[in-house]
């Protein structure tokens, strides 16, 4: 009789913390990477698995698989998103955990926290398009909103561009700005923080780089306010008017074809027949292959969406196991000892 234990290691938040697994560069590769086995037809990507359990909120669970074929690594996603929890509870929107298994038995091998790797992956996206469509010398990065994706956008474009020196934050409440500072102060000590007291101008109209992370659906960020040069990085829904995205050079998205049959503001307006796909230079993939340039002159600004690509959270997860598990973090999680009926005491067990 062969041994059938099987076993999987968990992984903690702090436990991925504490192995140095928040780290946005090692994400940047993870995700670069998987965009290329993608195009290589090297993942498989089946569609998400969606379940809305109120339509007004859109509070939902998200099942998000991929498998990267050369790794022999499957996983998935569970996600959820519950807008109201932050202003109903004083709790999260998102929080997600991730299974991975091998592909040569079939078992699992990790199940973890994934609103880490979820929100790295966030920021990772950015921070690759900023690589190729931010000017290199940028100095001063400016956000509307001051939630949890502009906390790690920012670490993000610090890695992606090391020139950055000023943060400007404008949030809907300034004790937000303040909370911001407090908390990227610290990890980021070269660098000078602003709050604005909410003046959504004040904070990105001398900035090389923009974000917007809102949970707002409204056009917050002003064409006028977009300086000639700024790369804009769009991480929530619809953030900005029209004429932001019109009257820049370059549009990247993370996958022009998900985007278009989204909520975005692209989105919006490609459904109003104000965008074409004429409109976009192309996908992020196109710039990390070298098929499309990136930034060409120092006056352009361009403008970068990512909805999600759950592809980039597996493979950014497997590469956060591996760390952990090389760092000898997370415990050890007995899924089973031996098979059903080997189990001594069965007859004992089984309700007849
Ligand atoms: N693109 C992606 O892949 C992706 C992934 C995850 C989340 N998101 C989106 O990112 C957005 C931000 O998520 P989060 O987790 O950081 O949310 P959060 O709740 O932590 O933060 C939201 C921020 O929006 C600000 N805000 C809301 N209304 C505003 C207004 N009128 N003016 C100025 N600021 C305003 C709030 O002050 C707050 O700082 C959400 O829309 C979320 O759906 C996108």
């Known amino acids: 009789m062969g041994n059938h234990e099987i076993h999987c290691q968990y992984y903690s938040q702090e436990d991925l913390l504490g192995a140095g697994c928040l780290d946005i560069r090692m994400a ?43 790794d022999k690594v499957c996983g998935v996603k569970w996600v959820s998103v519950f807008p109201p929890n932050p202003v109903k509870y004083g709790i999260q929107n998102l929080s997600a955990v991730i299974i991975l298994s091998e592909i040569e038995h079939g078992f699992p091998i990790a199940f973890m926290e994934g609103t880490l790797c979820s929100n790295m992956r966030v920021g990772a996206m950015g921070g690759l398009a900023a690589r190729h469509l931010a000017r290199s010398d940028s100095k001063a990065i400016g956000f509307i909103g001051a939630g949890e994706q502009a906390k790690m956008h920012l670490i993000a474009m610090k890695t992606a561009l090391p020139s950055l020196e000023v943060c400007r ?126 930034r060409e002159k120092d006056e352009e600004r361009t403008y970068f969406n990512a909805v999600g690509l759950a592809y980039a959270d ?17 415990q050890d999680l007995k899924i089973q000892n031996e098979m059903i009926f080997e189990h001594a005491h069965l007859k004992d067990w089984v309700k007849l």
Not at 35 to 47: C, I, R, S, T, Y
Not at 209 to 229: D, F, N
Not at 315 to 329: H, K, L, P, Q, T
Request: hydrophobic share 45%; with cysteine.
């Open 169 to 294: 934050v404008a949030a809907k409440d300034p004790a937000e700005e303040a909370q911001f500072i407090n908390e990227m102060g610290p990890i980021l000590a070269d660098m000078r923080f602003e709050g604005t007291q909410s003046d959504l101008e004040a904070a990105v109209s001398d900035a090389d780089v923009i974000v917007t992370a809102t949970s707002a659906q409204a056009p917050l960020l002003k064409a006028a306010w977009m300086k000639a040069g700024a790369f804009y990085s769009h991480v929530g829904g619809w953030e900005d008017e029209y004429a932001v995205a019109k009257q820049c050079d370059k549009i990247v998205c993370d996958d022009w074809e998900t985007v278009k049959h989204r909520t975005q503001t692209l989105s919006r307006m490609y459904q109003d027949g104000e965008l074409a796909d004429t409109d976009i230079h192309g996908n992020l993939v196109d710039l990390l292959s070298g098929k499309l340039a990136g």
């Open 28 to 70: 940047m590769d993870a995700a670069e990477s998987a965009m290329l086995a993608f195009q290589n037809g090297d993942v498989l990507f089946p569609e998400k698995i969606v379940q809305i359990f109120n339509d007004d909120t859109q509070e939902r669970i998200n099942c998000l698989p991929a498998t990267f074929v050369k």
């Open 314 to 330: 597996v493979a950014i997860a497997f590469a956060m196991y591996r760390r952990a598990r090389e760092a000898g973090m997370g």
